[in-house]
């Protein structure tokens, strides 16, 4: 095994990377106010900023559920450094397709 060590995902961030180097990101909590009751109902991830945990939330969000921010729908998250009290940053979240292409040779 090289001194990159395996290529897995990391059993505390759950990215994948080379595990012998790896640096888990920091850790955010994102809190969606709408349905929920407080910051217990925040999802925790773990990214380089508060506005990337906002769109890594939105992308988990979407996924898991019918596509509604990608559809057009915004929805307006809180985040904070997991452990951090306080009310955190508001971002508000959208989304939107993206072209892809695909090229095959033909024979
Ligand atoms: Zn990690």
Redesign the pocket.
């Known amino acids: 095994m090289s001194e990159l060590g395996s290529f897995d995902r990391?059993?505390?961030?759950?990215?994948y990377?080379f595990l012998g180097r790896?640096?888990?990101?920091p850790a955010w909590e994102v809190f969606w106010p709408y349905g929920h009751e407080d910051w217990t109902d925040a999802a925790t991830v773990?990214v380089l900023s508060a506005q990337y945990a906002a769109e890594e939330w939105a992308s988990s969000h979407d996924s898991n559920g019918d596509y509604d921010i990608v559809g057009g729908s915004e929805a307006t998250v809180r985040v904070r450094p997991k452990g951090e009290d306080g009310l955190g940053l508001e971002f508000i979240v959208t989304g939107e397709t993206v072209p892809e292409y695909h090229a095959r040779e033909s024979a």
Do not use: S
């Not at 990391?10 to 990215?15: D, P, S, V, Y």
């Open positions: 990391c059993g505390a961030c759950g990215k990377d790896h640096k888990c990101a773990h």
